[in-house]
């Protein structure tokens, strides 16, 4: 199988018009005869079974959720970007496009970049006409913030809400196409295999989490729009049922996974109160508009912060990065936390913390914009944390929280495999080493209500597609396997739970797959990972059977999957010898200890191929180099 | 520092399927520390449970953030628990006494059968939603954004209806198991936009009517849903959804 990215040739700008004008369409009486599966129901999913639907194909959408409106895309907080330029303050599609290649650290393509930035515009259109509740200002029209990594304000929110906000609105074109019959939903299913026959995706086997039922369901193409592998690490900003999974298992038919390492770790989440913790609770980086970070000057300062002086304080961001100053991006924000309190200069009972302080902003703004603009994100720390943040400044600590990395799609967002495409966090399309605030929001619904439906009509128009039943050997032998795999967990009936194995998994993960990595920390991270699994395999106890519903079964499931790409991300990581994005390695660093990349060697997108052999997990990598036509390569810099 | 060894008495809701019998079943804890979550402190119980070869208990939950709505337990009697606009995945155990016996359990309503233990069943919600919870707009098709201008003060209100959640707290809440608030938020977030007008009458009738199919009650007053509420949603939802329902019947 082949790398070929499928990019148009031509200008940037003419590119996405250029493929519109060139695809297959299918005519409007002939796309009920197509059955496409949409497997997740988050911004991705949610927009592309909605759109697909009006279209008139025929949609099969599966959710692990007991409804499509619980899809983790619900918890995203700060907003969405668009070039939209409302504020007249210089925004154009270059700057947005050019902004997120250069947050991206050069590592993702120029022209899907330049696609999402100029499909931005057309999402604000589609969300407000769906009556998505944005903040407006008092003449009625739409209010913009500014958020990270951008010198402009083209950030629509809906108070600390827009994820959920902009979800509920696909979710309701979603549930309008359930009514008007063209969408078969199953939630409380989760995917377990992809089916490739003849060298296509032409279905999935899903277990029904209620009933335990496996069940194989048969498609002209597939759609995963699964999310991301956060929860590798076991704590992170996801939901508690967010997975690789799906993915992972596509994987493990031939889909590449690429650039598995790049993990954005967040700076602005509550900090880890104590090993019992289940996950981390983000505050929305548009906190940082008005919030100053900062950790004493001194080591150890057990101070009320309300009791050390300004002349004793370290406002770290804004001494070392004087023109972005709490707004650098969250790669930067992040490593620049973790150097403060591996100094010693941490804060809170855990000295893994650092302030982020609204005292400046109460007394220049009044407390009541503060409130405006963050109030719901204010009670949730309160709640939390038993500390009131209008009276004493957050404690914040960086968390996992959305992975870049994921399976490899070409331009039209289809895998190696024909017939899968891939949308949303769950490819690796456009982020590069870094995702820039308020961009996955932007990408989830892009890659939904305005590319697939055009790239997806292209595929199924130009392929000859024969008739599957869903008896034929490849769904037999997924099914067979789907089922082996839950007997085999059930089976293992050791004494270790699986909490206990994605916990230690997870503490791997953070301390040596991290904030930072170097060589010799990944070569132990893989070894420990691959110990780690056997030890899975031997010891294990998943309670209660298959037939019914069993949450320990689900789990044990996805930490097994995980326990395997756990040791691929490490690898990734390790051959990957530079610096780019978040992926940052100790041995390559400017002077200034910023992220140092080899261009030379590593501008590409690493792609692996899975390869199983007797039980071992093997790699082959294969490269797409990423070409730089229109942008000149920089060293990031946000001095 | 904070306390963690508090100890507590559960009694917690068993029920095999939606067919069985359930019953309440008594747990033992100790060494729960009070900045553990309410499902942190169940977490823990399972862990045990499983340890020990027993069954661990059941129960939704999902971001843990108080945003997606899985989370759905009752909790000594109240659902989501003794805190004000609170969901119980944010409900902390420092809001309990040393000691103190707690009462787990699901939602009960007819419209919400119980799958297991204290899982329940809400696709009700969906169907409600289904049957008018929308403003059609096909994708690509929409005018540009700020073509339509919305009177901040409606934006604001129609967001503060739109923050519901979808957790099904009203219904255990009421003594009609009425799905009223849900519904009359999701109507009164609509109407109360320009781009939701065209559609209102005959989304208001068509959600009302599908509300009562499911076997949800009628409401009568109550107000317990808004006690309940974990974002907060004012009655003044369920006034708006019989004024665009009397108005829909009213005016053909």
């Known amino acids: 199988m082949s790398l070929a990215s499928n990019v148009p040739e031509g200008d940037l700008k003419e590119k996405w018009t250029k493929r519109l004008n060139d695809i297959n369409l299918v005519a409007p009486n002939n796309k009920r005869l197509y059955n496409v599966i949409v497997v997740g129901t988050g911004l991705a999913g949610a927009s592309a079974a909605a759109s697909l639907a009006e279209l008139g194909y025929n949609v099969q959408s599966f959710c692990i959720q007991d409804s499509a409106r619980r899809a983790h895309s619900i918890a995203a907080q700060g907003g969405i970007n668009a070039a939209k330029n409302y504020p007249n303050d210089g925004d154009t599609i270059w700057r947005l496009f050019y902004d997120t290649i250069k947050g991206g650290d050069y590592r993702s393509r120029e022209s899907n970049v330049y696609r999402l930035a100029e499909i931005s515009n057309e999402i604000i259109d589609q969300a407000v006409a769906q009556g998505v509740p944005f903040a407006r200002e008092y003449g009625g029209l739409l209010a913009n913030r500014s958020f990270g990594g951008a010198q402009v304000s083209r950030t629509f929110y809906a108070r600390g809400q827009t994820g959920q906000q902009l979800l509920l609105g696909a979710y309701q074109a979603f549930m309008k196409e359930i009514d008007s019959g063209k969408i078969d939903y199953y939630p409380r299913h989760e995917m377990l295999d992809l089916v490739v026959h003849n060298g296509k995706a032409r279905g999935i086997v899903t277990r029904d989490l209620v009933s335990g039922e496996i069940r194989r369901h048969t498609a002209d193409a597939v759609l995963l729009c699964t999310g991301g592998y956060g929860n590798a690490y076991y704590l992170s900003t996801n939901a508690k049922n967010s997975n690789v999974t799906a993915a992972w298992r596509c994987h493990k038919r031939g889909a590449y996974f690429a650039n598995p390492c790049y993990v954005q770790i967040h700076p602005t989440c509550i900090p880890q109160s104590g090993d019992y913790q289940s996950k981390l609770t983000l505050m929305s980086e548009s906190l940082r508009n008005d919030g100053r970070v900062w950790v004493p000057k001194d080591k150890n300062d057990e101070r009320h912060p309300n009791d050390i002086p300004e002349e004793e304080r370290d406002y770290y961001l804004e001494r070392k990065y004087p023109s972005f100053g709490n707004l650098v991006p969250r790669d930067v924000a992040s490593r620049n936390a973790k150097y403060v309190t591996d100094e010693g200069r941490g804060v809170g009972e855990t000295g893994k913390a650092v302030y982020l302080d609204f005292a400046d902003a109460i007394e220049r703004r009044g407390r009541d914009y503060i409130e405006e603009k963050y109030g719901n994100l204010f009670e949730m720390y309160h709640k939390i944390t038993d500390e009131n943040p209008y009276e004493r400044p957050m404690r914040i600590f960086p968390a996992v929280h959305y992975t870049m990395g994921g399976l490899w799609v070409d331009y039209n967002l289809m895998s190696n495999i024909p017939g899968l495409f891939v949308l949303g966090e769950a490819n690796f399309s456009d982020h590069g080493g870094n995702r820039l605030g308020a961009s996955a929001l932007m990408q989830g619904l892009a890659d939904g209500y305005f590319v697939i439906p055009y790239t997806l009509g292209d595929y199924l128009g130009g392929e000859d597609l024969d008739q599957v039943e869903g008896n034929e050997e490849a769904f037999e032998e997924a099914e067979n396997y789907a089922q082996e795999h839950i007997d085999k967990l059930l089976n293992v009936e050791g004494d270790k739970t699986v909490v206990e194995f994605h916990q230690e998994l997870g503490k791997i993960m953070w301390d040596k797959v991290g904030i930072s990595r170097d060589e010799e920390g990944l070569k132990e991270a893989i070894k420990e990972i691959q110990e780690l699994r056997d030890e899975f395999w031997e010891r294990v106890r998943v309670p209660g059977e298959s037939a019914n519903y069993n949450k320990y079964l689900e789990f044990a499931g996805r930490v097994a999957d995980f326990l395997e790409l ?49 039980g071992e997990i093997q790699h082959e990598l294969h490269k797409e180099n990423l070409e730089f036509e229109f942008v000149e390569l920089k060293q990031r810099s946000y001095k | 520092m904070s306390n963690d060894n508090m100890q507590f008495d559960l009694k917690i809701w068993k029920q095999e399927d939606g067919d069985s019998q359930g019953a309440f079943q008594e747990y033992h804890m100790e060494g729960v520390s009070e900045d553990m979550s309410f499902l942190e402190m169940l977490d823990l119980l399972n862990e045990k449970l499983i340890k020990n070869g027993d069954e661990p208990v059941e129960f939704d939950y999902d971001c843990r953030e108080g945003i997606c709505g899985a989370c759905s337990l009752v909790v000594n009697g109240i659902a989501h628990g003794p805190k004000e606009e609170t969901p119980v995945c944010e409900l902390y155990m420092r809001e309990f006494e040393d000691g103190q016996e707690i009462v787990i359990e699901p939602w009960r309503a007819a419209a919400f059968p119980v799958i297991k233990d204290l899982v329940v069943d809400r696709s009700a919600f969906d169907r409600i939603m289904a049957a008018g919870g929308y403003i059609s707009t096909k994708t690509g098709s929409a005018p540009e954004a700020n073509t339509i201008a919305v009177d901040k003060e409606d934006a604001d209100k129609a967001f503060d209806y739109a923050t519901c959640i979808g957790c099904g707290a009203c219904v255990a809440a009421c003594p009609n198991s009425s799905a009223s608030l849900f519904t009359g938020a999701k109507i009164s977030h609509l109407s109360l936009l320009p781009q939701g007008k065209h559609e209102r009458k005959e989304r208001a009738v068509r959600m009302v009517e599908q509300m009562e199919k499911e076997g949800f009650g009628d409401c009568s007053n109550h107000a317990e849903c808004e006690a309940v509420c974990p974002v907060g949603i004012s009655i003044s939802a369920i006034a708006r959804m019989r004024k665009e329902y009397m108005r829909a019947v009213t005016e053909s």
């Open chain 1, 566 to 614: 756990g040791e691929l991300m490490a690898k990734d990581a390790l051959h990957r010898e530079e610096s780019a994005g978040c992926h940052f390695r100790e041995e390559y660093q400017t002077e200034e200890g910023e992220a140092l990349r080899n261009d030379e060697e590593f501008s590409y997108v690493a792609a692996f191929e899975y390869q199983g052999l007797n």
